[in-house]
C-alpha cells in the first residue's frame, strides 16, 4: 500500500489539500466526444475512485470538461463512495462559453458577467449534486472582466454558502493583481499550464507572484498531455517536438531508473521541487498510473538533476 499522500495548504489559506490533485477532464472521453457510454462512464467512474483510494484530496472540474458530462459522472462517483464527498475538496470552473450557446451564431467566448457566473456555479452544483463547491475558479481571463462586477458575484456566492474559496487559471499575473484589487478575500490558486515541454511559467512571472503572494500555481497537463509519451504519443508532422520530448527523456528515463519510478513521476517531482509549491493536476485515467503517481511525492531530485532537465525544456543553454 502506497504511504498517503502529504498535505500542503491551499494559498494562504488554511484548507489542506493532497499535494497532488486529480483532474477530472478525460473521464468523459475524448474532448468534443458525443455523449459517453456505459464503458466510458465506467473508465471516469473508476478513474475518480482509484484517485480516492490513492490519497488524491482535490479534485479539479470545469463546467465545459465533457459538455457538463464529466460534472456529472463525478456525482456519480460521490453517490458510490458517500464517505467521499467529507474527504475531498471540489474545485471546478466557469467562463468559458462555446459557440451557438445558447443561441445559434453566438462565438466562442468569455463571459464573467455576474449572471453568468451565478447560473454555472448553479448548473455545476445541480450536476454535481452537491450543496456547495470548495474551489471556484475562473477559466480563462475574460477580456471584458469588469472586477466590481465579478466581486459582486463572488460574494453573493459566499454569502448563499454555495462556494467556499475562490481561484483562477490562465491568469497573467498582472490580471491576477487586476482582480484581487477588487476581491474580500485572497485568490487561493492561479492554474496554468506547467510542464517541461513548455515551462513558461518559469520566466513570466507567474510563479514568482505565487510565491511571493502565496498563491497555490495549480499545474495542468503536467506530463504535457502526454506529449512526453515518446513511445507512444502521434507527433504527426511536428519533428521538433518530438526531438524536444526525445531529448527530454534521455535525461529523465536514467533519474526513474534510479529512483525506481516511470519517467512521468521524474517530470512531477521536477515541479514538486520548485519553491512556488506547483501542485501539478494528474490527468491520466489509468489506475495504475494515477496510484502511481502519487509515489512522485515520496522522494525529491537533487539541484544539480532539477537543472540537467531545465536546459532541455527551455530549449536553450543557460547563459
Ligand atoms: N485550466 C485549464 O485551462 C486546463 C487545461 C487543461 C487541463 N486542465 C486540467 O488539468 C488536468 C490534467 O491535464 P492532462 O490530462 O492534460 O494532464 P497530463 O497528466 O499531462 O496528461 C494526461 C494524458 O497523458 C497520458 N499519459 C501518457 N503516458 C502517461 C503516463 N505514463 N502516466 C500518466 N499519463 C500518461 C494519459 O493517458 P492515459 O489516460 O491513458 O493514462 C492522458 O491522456 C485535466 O484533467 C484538467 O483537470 C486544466
Redesign the pocket.
Given at each position: 500500500m502506497n504511504p498517503p499522500i502529504p498535505k500542503i495548504p491551499l494559498g494562504s489559506s488554511g484548507i489542506q489539500s493532497s499535494r497532488l490533485?486529480?483532474?477530472?477532464?478525460?473521464i468523459a472521453g475524448a474532448e468534443g466526444a458525443p455523449e459517453p457510454d456505459n464503458q466510458q462512464k465506467k473508465i471516469g467512474l473508476n478513474?475518480i475512485i482509484a484517485a480516492f483510494e490513492a490519497g488524491f484530496t482535490l479534485f479539479?472540474?470545469?463546467d465545459i470538461?465533457g459538455a457538463g458530462w464529466c460534472e456529472i459522472i463525478f456525482g456519480q462517483a460521490l453517490q458510490e463512495v458517500p464517505e467521499m464527498r467529507e474527504k475531498i475538496l471540489i474545485a471546478t470552473?466557469c467562463g468559458i462559453r462555446k459557440p451557438d450557446t445558447p443561441a445559434i451564431g453566438a462565438p466562442y467566448r468569455y463571459d464573467f458577467s455576474a449572471e453568468y457566473i451565478l447560473d454555472s456555479c448553479d448548473g455545476s452544483l445541480k450536476r454535481m449534486g452537491v450543496d456547495h463547491i470548495d474551489l471556484y475558479?475562473l477559466?480563462?481571463p475574460d477580456f471584458l472582466m469588469d472586477i466590481q462586477e465579478v466581486a459582486k458575484a463572488f460574494s453573493k456566492l459566499q454569502q448563499s454558502g454555495k462556494v467556499s474559496s475562490f481561484g483562477v487559471?490562465?491568469f497573467t499575473p498582472t490580471q491576477v493583481n487586476l482582480l484581487q484589487s477588487a476581491l474580500g478575500s485572497r485568490l487561493l490558486v492561479n492554474?496554468?499550464?506547467v510542464?517541461l515541454l513548455d515551462p513558461f511559467t518559469l520566466t513570466d512571472g507567474t510563479l514568482d507572484q505565487c510565491q511571493m503572494n502565496r498563491i497555490t500555481p495549480?499545474a495542468?497537463?503536467?506530463?504535457?498531455?502526454?506529449r512526453?509519451?515518446v513511445e507512444?504519443?502521434d507527433y504527426g508532422a511536428d519533428h521538433e517536438l518530438k526531438a524536444k520530448a526525445t531529448r527530454l527523456r534521455s535525461i529523465m528515463d536514467p533519474l526513474a531508473e534510479k529512483y525506481r519510478v516511470?519517467?512521468?513521476e521524474i517530470a512531477l517531482a521536477w515541479l514538486l521541487k520548485h519553491p512556488a509549491k506547483i501542485l501539478?493536476?494528474?490527468?491520466?485515467?489509468?489506475p495504475k498510473?494515477?496510484k502511481?503517481?502519487a509515489t512522485a511525492t515520496d522522494f525529491e531530485i537533487s539541484r544539480e538533476e532539477w537543472y540537467s532537465l531545465l536546459e532541455p525544456a527551455l530549449g536553450h543553454r543557460l547563459p
Amino acid at each position: 500500500m502506497n504511504p498517503p499522500i502529504p498535505k500542503i495548504p491551499l494559498g494562504s489559506s488554511g484548507i489542506q489539500s493532497s499535494r497532488l490533485a486529480y483532474g477530472c477532464w478525460r473521464i468523459a472521453g475524448a474532448e468534443g466526444a458525443p455523449e459517453p457510454d456505459n464503458q466510458q462512464k465506467k473508465i471516469g467512474l473508476n478513474a475518480i475512485i482509484a484517485a480516492f483510494e490513492a490519497g488524491f484530496t482535490l479534485f479539479d472540474l470545469a463546467d465545459i470538461y465533457g459538455a457538463g458530462w464529466c460534472e456529472i459522472i463525478f456525482g456519480q462517483a460521490l453517490q458510490e463512495v458517500p464517505e467521499m464527498r467529507e474527504k475531498i475538496l471540489i474545485a471546478t470552473k466557469c467562463g468559458i462559453r462555446k459557440p451557438d450557446t445558447p443561441a445559434i451564431g453566438a462565438p466562442y467566448r468569455y463571459d464573467f458577467s455576474a449572471e453568468y457566473i451565478l447560473d454555472s456555479c448553479d448548473g455545476s452544483l445541480k450536476r454535481m449534486g452537491v450543496d456547495h463547491i470548495d474551489l471556484y475558479m475562473l477559466h480563462r481571463p475574460d477580456f471584458l472582466m469588469d472586477i466590481q462586477e465579478v466581486a459582486k458575484a463572488f460574494s453573493k456566492l459566499q454569502q448563499s454558502g454555495k462556494v467556499s474559496s475562490f481561484g483562477v487559471s490562465n491568469f497573467t499575473p498582472t490580471q491576477v493583481n487586476l482582480l484581487q484589487s477588487a476581491l474580500g478575500s485572497r485568490l487561493l490558486v492561479n492554474q496554468v499550464e506547467v510542464h517541461l515541454l513548455d515551462p513558461f511559467t518559469l520566466t513570466d512571472g507567474t510563479l514568482d507572484q505565487c510565491q511571493m503572494n502565496r498563491i497555490t500555481p495549480m499545474a495542468w497537463s503536467p506530463l504535457a498531455g502526454g506529449r512526453l509519451d515518446v513511445e507512444r504519443f502521434d507527433y504527426g508532422a511536428d519533428h521538433e517536438l518530438k526531438a524536444k520530448a526525445t531529448r527530454l527523456r534521455s535525461i529523465m528515463d536514467p533519474l526513474a531508473e534510479k529512483y525506481r519510478v516511470t519517467w512521468a513521476e521524474i517530470a512531477l517531482a521536477w515541479l514538486l521541487k520548485h519553491p512556488a509549491k506547483i501542485l501539478p493536476v494528474i490527468g491520466s485515467t489509468q489506475p495504475k498510473r494515477i496510484k502511481m503517481a502519487a509515489t512522485a511525492t515520496d522522494f525529491e531530485i537533487s539541484r544539480e538533476e532539477w537543472y540537467s532537465l531545465l536546459e532541455p525544456a527551455l530549449g536553450h543553454r543557460l547563459p
